[in-house]
């Protein structure tokens, strides 16, 4: 979608170090992060939320979860623990409308959130 920041992101026409890309999803720093370990992993491919995810999704949404995995190996946080939030949605605290897992560690992490 042309105007959305994160297909930019996907296209490099907005400059963001990616910590890791493959052929369905890329993964890069949060710009605002919220925690010592801040990182997000989108799809290449335009989905504005999980609520609009198809059954056909099902190997994309696969690959976003192993991927959140991946990288907290890649950023040392798999040990002692971190985690993976989507906002979805107004009362979800989404901002960005195109499909995000956070993946936020390096310091314990109050529950419920806010
Ligand atoms: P959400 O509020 O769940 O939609 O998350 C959107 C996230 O995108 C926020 O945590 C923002 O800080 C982050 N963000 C916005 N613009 C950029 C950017 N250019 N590079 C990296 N992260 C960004
Ligand atoms: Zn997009």
């Known amino acids: 979608m042309s105007d959305c920041l994160f297909c930019k992101i996907v296209a490099r026409t907005i400059p963001a170090p990616l910590v890791y ?3 369905l999803v890329v993964a890069f720093d949060d710009i605002n992060p919220q925690a010592p370990i ?3 992993v989108i ?3 335009h989905v504005v939320s999980l609520a609009e995810l198809q059954d056909s999704d099902a190997e994309l949404l696969g690959r976003l979860l192993l991927v959140g995995s991946k ?3 890649l950023k040392g946080i798999a040990e002692p623990g971190y985690r993976v939030v989507v906002n979805t949605g107004s009362h979800g605290g989404q901002s960005v409308f195109h499909l995000h897992l956070h993946v936020l560690g390096g310091r314990h992490l109050a529950w419920p959130p806010g």
Do not use: G, I, Q
């Open 43 to 45: 799809p290449r491919k």
């Open 21 to 23: 890309e493959d052929d």
């Open 71 to 73: 990288v907290a190996k």
């Open 38 to 40: 801040h990182t997000l």
